[in-house]
């Protein structure tokens, strides 16, 4: 009995490596699993399920192939994919969440999210966040033609690139009263979330009560899961 969690893969086709490692993820550990849950940034980028990229059709093939097998697959928008649809997740098989769900595992109350909302201390990316969650504006960009999209997503990554170069890394982190204050809400003593490719265990309290947040890696060099079972909760990195 174990349910796995993933985050930040930023598949793109100039990754190839990366690709393969998740690919084989999913046909053997992923294959055992009760559940997957992939908190955000899947992809390095989204313009619109009607991207035709290749890389996009296999990766649904896939995913598609674990839920076939029985293990269901959940997916927590990041800030790269958010624009990740219902069409998608059809093709795929994955179920979309809320950006904050509270899971019941095993006994386990846990509160799972992709991580940027508690990035409380970068007011120029929640402000941008804010802009391009608003839903008239996602309706104006997903009508524009594919080839607009894409010159538009790569401005938005190189001018967001450049930003994160003169930003701290304190203030790209999360805010540690942001964490406190989420996880009071939702009465948890377990946050697993991504993000900030800063895979840790970290002990705080919440709730008056010790409390634990676990944070993903990204598939930069090597794969990151979460895996918890009704023993406990692990941190995993593991090769492609």
């Known amino acids: 009995m174990a349910t796995l969690f993933i985050a930040d893969l930023h598949l793109q086709t100039e990754e190839p490596a990366i690709t393969a490692g998740f690919l084989r993820f999913l046909r053997g550990e992923a294959l055992s699993a009760d559940a997957l849950y992939i908190l955000g940034d899947l992809f390095e980028a989204w313009i619109g399920d009607d991207d035709p990229n290749p890389l996009h059709r296999e990766m649904a093939a896939a995913i598609k192939a674990l839920v076939d097998s029985g293990v269901p697959c959940f997916f927590i928008h990041g800030n790269r994919d958010f624009l990740i649809g219902k069409g998608f997740a059809r093709e795929s098989g994955m179920t979309l969440l809320p950006e904050e769900k509270v899971l019941d595992l095993y006994g386990r109350k846990v509160l799972i999210m992709h991580g940027d909302t508690l990035c409380t201390d970068d007011t120029g990316y929640l402000a941008f966040r804010a802009k391009v969650h608003t839903p008239w504006?996602?309706?104006?960009?997903?009508?524009?033609p594919l080839f607009i999209r894409n010159r538009i997503a790569a401005k938005m990554r190189a001018g967001s690139k450049a930003a994160n170069s003169s930003k701290s890394m304190t203030i790209m982190d999360v805010n540690p009263q942001a964490v406190v204050d989420v996880m009071?809400?939702?009465?948890?003593?377990?946050?697993?979330?991504?993000?900030?490719?800063?895979?840790?265990?970290?002990?705080?309290?919440?709730?008056?009560?010790?409390?634990?947040?676990?944070?993903?890696?990204?598939?930069?060099?090597?794969?990151?899961?979460?895996?918890?079972?009704?023993?406990?909760?692990?941190?995993?990195?593991?090769?492609?």
């Open 137 to 144: 504006i996602q309706t104006l960009f997903l009508a524009l």
């Open 184 to 240: 009071e809400k939702h009465r948890v003593q377990w946050l697993i979330h991504g993000h900030t490719h800063r895979p840790d265990v970290h002990s705080l309290t919440a709730n008056g009560e010790p409390a634990r947040r676990v944070v993903l890696g990204a598939w930069h060099t090597e794969g990151s899961m979460v895996k918890v079972t009704p023993d406990g909760v692990e941190l995993i990195q593991f090769p492609f």
